[in-house]
């Protein structure tokens, strides 16, 4: 399976990871720029999400659509492995897969009911009664989902596709989907979801 390359540019032509994410106030149009997939080692990427690597291949990634296998019942999941040993047998080319694992963060849910419940701090009507205990409730749900790791985590899975030229990719793209027999639901990225999962892949620190 192929690696990641390293990026060849210098330091100084680096853009901010921030701005380009619109992670800084007021330059959300900044994700759209080209630079950030350079800084990352790739000198393209199209709108339909298919990377230009600098040795002259490409590279797309495809999601796979399930990204909770563990929920899955024994039979559906069985199902899941077939099709895998399937895209396996089918697909012979170069890939490689990606698996982030992330934490969802509540907090802005959290302060979204406290301030409904600082509104209806004492409750008279029967109705107001009841929506404070509602409140009350999904706050508390939102607490807990925090302090449990494993309910608290956001998994996907992502299988990083390659070719020699434009044509090349796009037949390996209509193999990879057929090589699944359907199950695992592969669908290539567009642009700014390849941007962000380049992005999540190269920087342990983000979200």
Request: hydrophobic share 30%; aromatic share 10%; net charge positive.
């Amino acid at each position: 399976m192929r690696t990641k390359r390293k990026s060849r540019n210098s330091r100084s032509k680096a853009p901010s990871l921030f701005r380009a994410f619109g992670l800084d106030k007021g330059s959300r149009q900044d994700a759209r720029d080209q630079s950030i997939v350079e800084y990352l080692g790739y000198s393209n990427c199209s709108k339909d999400g298919i990377l230009d690597l600098v040795d002259g291949t490409q590279a797309r990634y495809l999601r796979v659509h399930s990204t909770d296998l563990y929920s899955l019942d024994d039979e559906t999941r069985s199902k899941f492995l077939d099709s895998f040993t399937a895209f396996n047998r089918v697909y012979s080319n170069d890939y490689k897969i990606v698996v982030m694992s992330t934490r969802i963060d509540t907090s802005e849910q959290q302060q979204y009911f406290r301030h409904l419940k600082n509104g209806i701090r004492s409750p008279r009507t029967r109705y107001e009664k009841m929506r404070l205990r509602l409140v009350n409730e999904m706050l508390l749900q939102a607490v807990m989902l925090s302090r449990n790791t494993e309910d608290y985590s956001d998994v996907q899975f992502y299988i990083m596709i390659f070719g020699e030229d434009l044509h090349d990719i796009r037949v390996n793209t209509r193999t990879a989907q057929f090589a699944d027999q359907g199950l695992m639901g592969l669908r290539p990225l567009d642009y700014e979801e390849t941007v962000k999962v380049l992005f999540r892949e190269n920087n342990l620190n983000s979200k």
